[in-house]
């Protein structure tokens, strides 16, 4: 049974949220209440939260920082975004069998805290973030709110249901791969991207990759009042995205100048194609854009369309997999074993073996021309933004991308209907975000995504806004938000 008050609270996003603690309407413990409340009354259902840290939450409202979402509950991915003391998981069998924990916490942790938000548990991800859709052998797949016999996406999918369900505005995800994009597009919701290098993902991880850390939520405005509150660099960061001109909870306040967007409404992996309801939803919202002032054609960056140059980065996907399997073992202090982790992860680890140094680094050399390459597009060509599909396909059902399918090759490419046009901007660092501008004839979320130049997230946020005017999808809740 949900309290009046939740269902109030439910309908708010985390700017509304905090503003309603400040004036005082309700105190951080009347928040995080009603919090766990939706969560027992939801997650049963969707397997979003894999650990519940209540009562160290509980605790945390004796000490609160005052910051910008002071008493605002959160929820953190169980990959990277580490709390010491806490399971660092990572979808792993290996490591929840072993019992592991973080050792101390990723400088975003420490933001988070100063912002003033309330940690109260930790959201399922498959197998070391490593697939769109988030069914980990080790704690059973995360059900989509809108649909709960389809997937809600990965690696963020466990943040993702959690918002789409209700239980709060905005959650801790990651993305490397459209790790946050993909479960936004998917659960109908905002995911951006962040440029690489514009939040810290230190001390265990390194800004160079492809990962980069933010939230899955419902306004643009909380995207980007959650943004100001934790972008910028820690001592050692490898990778330093320039600051912002303003604020970025600013910035959205200011239609954009007319833009010059290039739009893609079809697939660019063989053996892969698009579905006709979401290419039409990338017309649709060409169209939109053609109305709002902004200078829209069918265009991308060629690199993008050569099929070679993508496949091309296969052996550093694949050393990269082979060392997260090396620092398991480290982990737990043996060799890991079969059943220690999923078939796909021990197939590309040990198809690592295969390939000599020199193509490990001759496949980073091509990743490195493919960024130059891509950036010309906005660079030179002079393109402010690319329109596409997040996914070619909505939310699949579940187990049609499973870790243990005998067919991992079936898996593969299933997984490329909604990887494919997220993938490439992982490697090029640029910001990109999903908006949850259109539904499938059965009722599922379509996103689309907005890709800008390095370092601007500014203006996808402050398009992201007008869209949000003109389209608007914040009633636009599922079936199990309250």
């Known amino acids: 049974m949900t309290s009046d008050l939740s269902l109030q609270l439910a309908r708010l996003d985390a700017v509304d949220l905090a503003s309603t603690i400040e004036r005082g309407d ?18 049963d259902q969707i397997n979003a939260v894999i650990h519940d840290h209540r009562v160290e939450a509980h605790d945390q409202l004796e000490h609160l920082e005052q910051g910008p979402f002071r008493g605002v509950p959160m929820l953190m991915k169980d990959l990277w975004a580490c709390e010491a003391g806490r399971p660092h998981h990572q979808g792993v069998a290996a490591l929840k069998e072993h019992g592991a924990l973080a050792d101390c916490d990723s400088h975003l942790i420490e933001r988070y805290r100063a912002a003033g938000f309330v940690s109260f548990g930790r959201t399922n991800t ?4 490593a697939a769109a859709t988030t069914e980990p052998l080790a704690y059973g797949p995360t059900h989509n709110p809108w649909n709960l016999d389809h997937g809600p996406g990965g690696s963020s999918g466990g943040a993702a249901a959690a918002v789409a ?22 659960c109908g919701l905002v995911g951006l991207k962040p440029s690489r290098g514009r939040m810290s993902m230190g001390p265990h991880m390194d800004e160079w990759g492809n990962s980069v850390q933010h939230v899955v939520c419902h306004t643009v405005r909380d995207s980007a009042a959650i943004l100001d509150a934790t972008w910028g660099a820690s001592p050692g960061d490898g990778v330093i995205a320039p600051p912002p001109e303003q604020p970025y909870s600013e910035v959205i306040h200011t239609s954009p100048r007319a ?7 079809r697939a660019i992996r063989a053996n892969t194609d698009i579905d006709e309801e979401v290419a039409e939803a990338v017309r649709t919202v060409a169209r939109e854009l053609d109305q709002l002032g902004h200078h829209v054609e069918p265009a991308a960056p060629a690199p993008l ?14 050393a990269a997999t082979a060392a997260s399997v090396a620092a398991v073992a480290a982990e737990i202090g043996r060799e890991v074993g079969k059943g220690d982790v999923e078939p796909w992860t021990r197939f590309i680890a040990e198809r690592a073996t295969q390939f000599p140094p020199a193509a490990v680094i001759n496949a980073q050399r091509a990743m490195m021309t493919f960024r130059r390459d891509v950036a010309a597009w906005w660079a030179e ?14 939310a699949p059902p579940l187990g049609e991308m499973a870790p243990d399918r005998d067919d991992l090759a079936a898996v593969q490419n299933t997984t490329l209907h909604y990887s494919q046009l997220t993938q490439p901007f992982n490697v090029t660092g640029q910001p990109a975000i999903s908006l949850p501008l259109a539904t499938s004839s059965n009722g599922l979320p379509i996103g689309l995504q907005f890709v800008a130049a390095y ?3 500014d203006l996808l946020l402050q398009l992201g806004s007008q869209l949000e005017d003109a389209l608007p999808w914040r009633n636009r809740r599922s079936p199990l938000h309250p």
Not at 386 to 391: E, F, P
Request: aromatic share 4%; hydrophobic share 45%.
């Open 126 to 129: 498959p197998e070391m973030g």
């Open 26 to 43: 309700v105190s951080p413990r009347e928040v995080l209440d009603s919090t766990l409340e939706r969560l027992d009354a939801v997650n």
């Open 165 to 186: 369900a209700g239980v709060l505005p905005a959650a801790n995800a990651s993305d490397g791969g459209g790790s946050i994009r993909i479960p936004a597009a998917m």
């Open 381 to 394: 060509d002079g393109y402010d933004l690319l329109l596409t599909a997040t996914c070619l396909r909505p």
């Open 259 to 265: 833009l010059r967007i290039g739009f893609l409404d």
């Open 305 to 318: 369309l050569d099929e070679t140059r993508i496949t091309a980065w296969g052996p550093a996907f694949a």
């Open 455 to 457: 370092g601007r997230e």
